[in-house]
């Protein structure tokens, strides 16, 4: 491949132009989402019960995935059996 005398630079912009970058893209993405919930309000509170009825099984899944789900014998106490010389 010929390179044509072009370098590529890994970072050209300064970390404070960066810095700004970021903060400008957060602050752009601020603005959206405070006019999307004032201006979509009452589709965002509509849609909010069909929302709580698909967290349930999801919240089901998940919490009984880290301890083997139904039907898998765990007692709450162990009993330990300790040998005492008296």
Do not use: N, W
Not at 3 to 25: E, F, I, N, V, W
Not at 52 to 75: A, D, E, K, W, Y
């Amino acid at each position: 491949m010929h390179d044509h005398g072009q370098t590529t630079k890994s970072s050209s912009l300064s970390p404070r132009k960066k810095l700004g970058m970021k903060l400008a893209l957060a602050g752009f993405i601020a603005i959206a989402a405070f006019f999307l919930l004032t201006e979509h309000r009452a589709h965002l509170f509509g849609i909010l019960p069909y929302l709580l009825l698909l967290l349930c099984p999801l919240l089901h899944f998940f919490m009984h995935g880290r301890h083997g789900g139904h039907g898998v014998g765990h007692s709450g106490a162990t009993e330990k059996t300790e040998k005492h010389d008296h």
